[in-house]
Structures are given as C-alpha cells and as structure tokens.
Nanobody
Framework: QVQLVESGGGSVQPGGSLRLSCAAS????????ISWYRQAPGKERELVAE???????NYADAVQGRFTISRDNAKNTAYLQMNSLKPEDTAVYFC?????????WGQGTQVTVSS
C-alpha cells in the first residue's frame, strides 16, 4: 500500500515561489505516473501537472511556463516548483500516484497567494 506525504505549502505574495514535495512509501516508484492536482474553494479538482515514468511532462495551460514538475526516483519523491505565483493559484494541492491502475492520493497541502 503506497502512502504519500505532501509538504511545502504555505502563504506567499504574488510573484513569489514555492516548491511542493510528494514523498511516496513503497516500491516501484520509478514505474508510477505522478500528478499534481489542485482544488480551490467551490471549484472542482483540476489537473495541474503530470510526469510519466519516462519523465515526460504535461501542464495545464494556466501554469505552463510557471510551474515545473520533476521526480527523483532515488528518493521516491516528486516535486512541483511553482514560480510567479498568482492569487488564482490559491488552492489545496494534491499529489496523485498511479501504478498499474492503482491510484493513491495524498492528503493535500494548502497554497495561499495573497498580498
């Protein structure tokens, strides 16, 4: 059973940066697809970024060019580097781990962008 622990959220002013981490327990991390989602109050959860087993990345249009997803298979950890943050990036950010059809979600970490 995979468990995910997210960290790195917090409060930042517009234009600032944060780096989120998603640490996974268990084996075969390198074979998993890792995604970051976010959910703002009153809105549906949306995909932010995804990284495949071959480190191919995909981004939502809203974050393209500002956010970077990466992974360190030796540390069983994925990251989301968020730059040029905007108030509309405020949300709870969730990490999702998918391995051979089994999906696991993290508990979420709050990101607040406000002046």
């Amino acid at each position: 059973q995979v468990q995910l622990v997210e960290s790195g959220g917090g409060s930042v002013q517009p234009g600032g940066s944060l780096r989120l981490s998603c640490a996974a327990s268990g084996s075969f991390f390198s074979l998993s697809v890792i995604s970051w989602y976010r959910q703002a109050p009153g809105k549906e959860r949306e995909l932010v970024a995804e990284i495949t087993t071959g480190s191919t990345t995909n981004y939502a249009d809203a974050v393209q060019g500002r956010f970077t997803i990466s992974r360190d298979n030796a540390k069983n950890t994925a990251y989301l580097q968020m730059n040029s943050l905007k108030p509309e990036d405020t949300a709870v950010y969730f990490c999702k781990h998918r391995l051979i059809g089994t999906v696991t979600w993290g508990q979420g970490t709050q990101v607040t962008v406000s002046s």
